[in-house]
């Protein structure tokens, strides 16, 4: 079983004041910061965009982890990339096989690694599954997209299961982000479900809130 690694999620702070949720994420030891990038029609939310993902790189060494809730990813992932991106995920809800195909050219010719998102309605299609061993990370999330503060809703933990399942019979060793507020009381909650579960086959990294207890 590898480490679980905290990611923590720069959308749950306050948007006036990012810097300090990635300085937080670096004294509260994160292993990596998240991105969470939304659109307006993806989710019914808009964030932030490559401009502000620069502007933080200049304050952090850690690696950035941008989830793209959006629409039509192929006409920013060179932005995101540039801006300084050290993984980029894409949600399979808006992607064929060979759509994945040409952004996971454009993401490894900058020397950067990719990741697939799931909703929690939405199961990995086929294409998918045919490219877990190409893939670094395979965000299932755990909330609707749209907005930082829902907690981890535990019915997909079934989900979670099959896909662990999965995996393993694949021989896969791509890493899985639980993705869904994760905050102390829910943090052990989790930890007492996997522990009765097959997840800890699942090499995992949760996104958790930033907190002022991190690195306090």
């Given at each position: 079983m590898n480490p679980i690694r905290i990611a923590p999620s720069i959308l749950a702070w306050d948007l006036g004041d990012l810097r300090e949720a990635v300085e937080i994420s670096i004294r509260g030891g994160a292993d990596q910061v998240h991105l969470d990038v939304i659109d307006g029609h993806f989710a019914p939310n808009i964030t932030f965009g490559p401009g502000t993902v620069k502007a933080l790189r200049k304050h952090c060494d850690l690696k950035f982890d941008t989830h793209l809730m959006i629409d039509h990813p192929q006409q920013y992932v060179e932005k995101f990339l540039d801006a300084g991106s050290d993984i980029l995920t894409f949600h399979v809800e808006v992607l064929n096989g060979k759509?994945?195909?040409?952004?996971?050219?454009?993401?490894?010719?900058?020397?950067?690694?990719?990741?697939?998102?799931?909703?929690?309605?939405?199961?990995?299609?086929?294409?998918?599954?045919?490219?877990?061993?190409?893939?670094?990370?395979?965000?299932?999330?755990?909330?609707?997209?749209?907005?930082?503060?829902?907690?981890?809703?535990m019915s997909t933990m079934p989900k979670l299961e099959k896909i662990a399942s999965l995996l393993k019979r694949k021989g896969s060793e791509v890493d899985v982000e639980i993705d869904g507020e994760l905050s102390q009381r829910m943090s052990k909650k989790w930890l007492r479900e996997v522990e009765t579960s097959s997840l800890p086959e699942l090499a995992s990294t949760l996104r958790m809130i930033p907190s002022r207890r991190l690195g306090s």
């Open positions: 759509m994945f195909d040409e952004l996971q050219d454009s993401v490894r010719r900058k020397g950067k690694e990719v990741g697939l998102a799931l909703k929690p309605s939405t199961n990995l299609p086929d294409w998918a599954i045919k490219r877990l061993p190409e893939l670094n990370l395979l965000n299932i999330m755990t909330v609707n997209p749209g907005f930082s503060g829902q907690a981890m809703d």
